[in-house]
C-alpha cells in the first residue's frame, strides 16, 4: 500500500494537495486556452487587408511551426521540469496575443501565430504530465480521468459566456478580443506559480516527481529524445495508441477551426448566427467533456476512441447531405463526441508511458504527429475549398478515418500488437463509483488541442 494513503483527504477521496492540484489545473487550462479572438480571427485578419491566401497561408505555417516546436518543448519540459515549463508556456502566449495589437499586419499576425505554436507546444505535454505524475504521487490516480475532463468542460463552458461578448466588446475596441485573451494568458500564470511541488513517494527518489516539479539535472537533452523514441520504439501499443489519436485530433480541429465556417456559409447559413452555432457545439462537447464515465464500461476504452473517431467521419459525411438544421445538429453531435473522445484517449497514451519515461517528451512526440498530418490535411483543405469541392473533402475526409481504423482495428485483433498497460484496471473507464465527483474542464494534441 503506498504511503501516501494516510494522508488527510477530503471526502471526495483526495488529498489537500491532490485538491490543490486539480484545481489550479481547473484554472490553468481555462484561462490559458481562453482565446477570445477565436470567433473573430478570420474576420479580423480581413479587415487588416489581409487576403485568403495569406490568412490560410499563416494556418498552414503555424502548423508546421507546431511540429518542430514540440522537438525542443518536451524535451524541455522533461529537463526544467513541467510545472516550470507550464509557467514559461504562459508568459509566451502572453506575449503571443499582443503580437496583433502592436502590429495588425501579415508580419503581426504570422509572428501571433508563430508565438501561439511555441506557447502551445511547451505545455502541450507537460500540462498533462503534471496533472497525471501530481495525482500519481498523492495516490490519486482515479482521479486523473475525471480531472481531465472536468478541466476540458470548464474550460468550454468559458468560452460559451466569453465568445458571445466578443461582439460587443470590438464595438467599443477593435483590439479587445486579443487585450483580453492576453490578459488570461497571465491569469494561466499566475494558477502556474501556484502549482505545488509534488511530494515524492515512500520519502525516497522519483524521477516522475522531479521531472514535473524542477526537472532532472545534469545530463543531456539528447538523452531523454533517445529515451523516448526507444520507448516508442519498443512499446508497439504505445506506437499504436498515439497513431490511433492522429484521426480524432486532425478531424476535430480540422472541422471545428478551418471547416466549421465554410461549412455553415455553404448551407447558407449568414455569419451573424456562427457565433451561436459555436456556442452550441461548445456546449455539447463540454458537456460531454465532462462525462466520459458515461461511456460503457462492456467495451475497453480503445474501443470507444475508435468508435468515437468512426462517429466524427459519419457526421462530417452526413453534413453532406442535410440542410441548415441538420448540418447545426450534425455539428453539436461532433462535438459531443469530440468531447467524449479527448481525455479517454488522454489516458490510453499516460498508462502507455512507462512510469520512468520521460513522459512530457513522449507526449510531445504524439502532439508532433497530429500536428504534421493536420498541417497536410489543412493544404489538401485549402486545395479543395479553392476548386470549390467541399462535400469531396468531407467525403474523402471520412473515408480516410474509415480506413485507418480498419487498419488499426485488423492490428489489434490479430495479436501481432499486444496491449500494454491499459490492460490493467487502471486503463479502464473507471465506474462511477470510482469516480466521485469533484469540485467541478477543457478541451485540446489534449493535452491542449487547439
Known sequence: MRAHLGRPRTDTGLTHTARRIIHLNYGFQLLFNLLWWMPVFYAFQKAAGLSDGQIFGIQSIYYVAFCLFEIPTGLIADRIGTRNCLRAGAVVMTAANLAPVISASYTGFLLHFLAIAAGRSLTSGAASAYLYDGLRAEGCDEHYLKAEGTARALGLAAKVVCWPL??????????????????????????????????????????????????????????????????????????????????????????????????????????????????AMTVAEAVASARPQWLSRRLPPVAWVSILSLALAGTLAAMTLGGPWAVVALLCLFAAATGFAYPV????????????????????????????????????????????????????????????????????RSGVIKRGREARPAGALPARAKAPATDADGGARGRSRS
Request: hydrophobic share 55%; charged share 15%.
Open 166 to 279: 466578443v461582439g460587443p466588446l470590438m464595438a467599443v475596441a477593435h483590439s479587445a478580443p486579443y487585450v483580453l485573451s492576453a490578459a488570461s494568458a497571465a491569469g494561466s500564470l499566475a494558477c502556474a506559480v501556484a502549482l505545488p511541488r509534488l511530494a515524492v513517494p515512500g520519502g525516497g527518489s522519483s524521477k516522475a516527481a522531479d521531472r514535473a516539479d524542477g526537472g532532472r539535472r545534469g545530463g543531456a537533452f539528447l538523452r531523454d529524445a533517445g529515451s523516448a523514441l526507444r520507448c516508442v520504439a519498443s512499446s508497439r501499443w504505445l506506437a499504436l495508441v498515439m497513431v490511433q489519436g492522429v484521426a480524432l485530433f486532425t478531424l476535430s480541429r480540422i472541422c471545428q477551426v478551418n471547416l466549421f465556417q465554410p461549412i455553415l456559409l455553404d448551407h447558407g447559413i449568414a455569419e451573424a448566427s456562427h457565433g451561436g452555432v459555436l456556442a
Open 345 to 412: 484517449q488522454r489516458k490510453l497514451v499516460n498508462d502507455a508511458v512507462p512510469a520512468d519515461a520521460p513522459r512530457a517528451t513522449l507526449l510531445s512526440v504524439e502532439s508532433i504527429v497530429d500536428r504534421a498530418v493536420c498541417a497536410l490535411a489543412a493544404v489538401a483543405a485549402g486545395a479543395y475549398l479553392s476548386a470549390g469541392h467541399l462535400d469531396a473533402l468531407l467525403w474523402h475526409s471520412a473515408l480516410a478515418t474509415a480506413v485507418l481504423l480498419g487498419a488499426f482495428q485488423l492490428l489489434l
